[in-house]
């Protein structure tokens, strides 16, 4: 797997990618959003949400 962080002030944004997998997450949305808007050009889909992601279980903090 290979993590791709960003770090600028106060937000955070982080690819993750493992051969046909991938995983974006970060402190600002419109960042997320705007990363996958990129990607839509190479028939990426956004599949929402993460529940799952290399058989890890993937939980949402309120924090």
Same mark, same amino acid.
């Given at each position: ?7 600028? *002030?106060?937000?955070?944004? %982080?690819? *993750?990618?493992?051969? $046909? $997998?991938?995983? %974006?997450? +970060?402190?600002?949305? %419109? %960042?997320?959003? #705007? ?10 889909? $956004?599949? *929402? ?5 290399? *058989?890890?279980?993937?939980?949402? +903090? #309120? $924090?």
């Amino acid at each position: 797997m290979c993590l791709y962080p960003k770090r600028e *002030g106060d937000w955070l944004f %982080a690819v *993750g990618v493992c051969v $046909d $997998d991938l995983l %974006a997450t +970060g402190t600002r949305v %419109a %960042a997320i959003e #705007s990363f996958f808007e990129i990607l839509a050009s190479l028939s990426v889909k $956004d599949l *929402g949400h993460v529940h799952k992601f290399l *058989g890890m279980r993937v939980e949402l +903090g #309120s $924090d």
